[in-house]
C-alpha cells in the first residue's frame, strides 16, 4: 500500500479529487482517505504542520498498511539555483532544529539515533523521472532540512545551506523520515519551491502556493504511472 501525505490541504486536495471507491478512516486528529489512483491502491492524507503532526499522522499510515511513503508539499528554497515553482527530490532529511551541541553532538543530532535519514533510492529515481517531464521547472536531488520554524531571513538561510547542506526548508519531512526508517518503511519527499526562503516569503508563499501544487499533483501522478498497480 503506497502512502502520501501532504501537510495542508492545498498539498493534497487536488489528488484526493481523482481518489476512486475512497473509505474515510478517521484516527484521533487526522484522517485517512483510502482508494485507489490512477489505479494504483492508496493511503491519502493531510497530516498538519510540524513535526509532531507529521510523525503522528506517518504511524497511523503505517499502522494502517503502508510500505511506501510519499511526502509532497511546498518548502523554502535554501540552495542558491533554486527558484519558485522548482522541485526538491529528497536525498536525506535533517531536523536542523535539534541542537545538543552542548553536549558535543553534531548539529541536527539526536542522541542515539542517526543524524540523518536518507530516501529511498528506487522511489528517488522515479520521482526525479515525473518531475522530470514538468515544462519549465529545475528539478534538483538534495538534503531537505526540517524543523518547526518557517525560515524567512538571509541568515537563516545561510545558516541551513552552511551547517547542513541544506537545499530546501520545510517543517515536517524529516519527523515522516524517522518514522519510516525506524520502521525500514521506504519514503521519499518532494517539495515544490514556493517561496526562496530569504526575503519577502509570505508574499512568494501565498502567491505561487496554487501552482506548486499543481506541480506536486503532476509528480505524485507521474511516480504512480511508473509504480503501476503492483506497488
Known amino acids: 500500500m503506497l502512502a502520501i501525505m501532504g ?3 492545498e498539498e ?6 481523482g481518489l476512486q471507491g475512497r473509505e474515510d478512516l478517521t484516527r484521533p486528529g487526522v484522517t485517512l482517505y483510502r482508494g485507489t489512483l490512477d489505479g494504483v491502491p492508496v493511503l491519502l492524507t493531510q497530516s498538519g504542520i510540524g513535526k509532531v503532526n507529521a510523525a503522528m499522522t506517518a504511524t497511523y499510515l503505517l499502522q494502517e ?3 511506501r511513503v510519499i511526502f509532497t508539499g511546498v518548502a523554502g528554497g ?3 539555483d533554486l527558484r519558485v515553482g522548482d522541485i526538491v527530490v529528497s536525498s536525506d532529511l535533517v531536523q536542523h532544529d535539534v541542537d545538543v551541541t552542548a553536549l558535543n553532538y553534531a548539529p541536527g543530532t539526536i542522541p542515539g539515533e542517526a543524524s540523518s535519514w536518507a530516501a529511498d533510492e528506487a522511489l528517488r529515481t522515479v520521482a526525479l523521472e515525473a518531475a522530470g517531464e514538468i515544462e519549465g521547472v529545475q528539478v534538483l536531488e538534495g538534503r531537505v532540512a526540517s524543523g518547526d520554524q518557517f525560515i524567512a531571513s538571509k541568515e537563516g538561510v545561510r545558516r541551513l545551506r552552511e551547517t547542513f ?3 530546501c526548508a520545510e517543517m515536517e519531512g524529516a519527523a515522516v523520515a524517522q518514522v519510516c526508517a525506524k520502521a525500514g518503511v521506504p519514503f521519499v519527499v518532494i517539495r515544490s519551491v514556493s517561496d526562496t ?6 508574499v512568494d508563499y501565498r502567491t505561487f502556493m496554487p501552482r506548486v501544487a499543481r506541480h506536486a499533483k503532476q509528480v ?3 511516480m504512480l504511472a511508473r509504480l503501476g498497480a503492483g506497488t
Open 7 to 9: 501537510a495542508m490541504d
Open 12 to 17: 493534497i486536495e487536488l489528488l484526493l479529487e
Open 65 to 67: 498498511g503502508a510500505t
Open 78 to 80: 535554501v540552495h542558491p
Open 165 to 167: 547542506g541544506a537545499a
Open 197 to 202: 526562503a530569504d526575503h519577502d516569503a509570505q
Open 220 to 222: 505524485v501522478r507521474g
